[in-house]
């Protein structure tokens, strides 16, 4: 069983900033491809970043360019978002995608965080 964990979400002012990270544990075969996305109300998902699992292929919602930095750790099989110059239009639930195997010869698949609300708002 496999469980992804997301931390640092909260209220920030507008300009502000906030880090997430999400950790991935259980039965881990390997880490690839790990990113967040997320939902506004009355949107739909959208992808806001994610990063391969040599950090060599990063990519970007046009919306955060500039602003948010993704990462990842895969000694800790944790995936960061360093969110900087929030915006209101930033808030929204932030959920971690991590594609995962769990067995040697098993295929990989998605699995989801259980989200983090963000909210900017002064």
């Known amino acids: 069983q496999v469980q992804l964990v997301e931390v640092g979400g909260g209220l920030v002012q507008p300009g502000g900033s906030l880090r997430l990270s999400c950790y991935a544990s259980?039965?881990?075969?390997?880490?690839?491809?790990m990113g967040w996305y997320r939902q506004a109300p009355g949107k739909q998902r959208e992808l806001v970043s994610d990063?391969?699992?040599?950090?060599?292929?990063?990519r970007y919602a046009d919306s955060v360019k500039g602003r948010f930095t993704i990462s990842r750790d895969n000694a800790k099989k944790t995936v960061y978002l360093q969110m900087n110059s929030l915006k209101p239009e930033d808030t929204a639930v932030y959920s971690c995608?991590?594609?995962?195997?769990?067995?040697?010869?098993?295929?990989?698949?998605?699995?989801w965080g259980q989200g983090t609300q963000v909210t900017v708002s002064s």
């Open positions: 995608i991590v594609d995962i195997r769990t067995r040697a010869l098993g295929p990989a698949r998605q699995y």
């Open positions: 259980g039965s881990i075969f390997s880490i690839y491809d």
């Open positions: 990063i391969s699992i040599g950090g060599d292929k990063i």
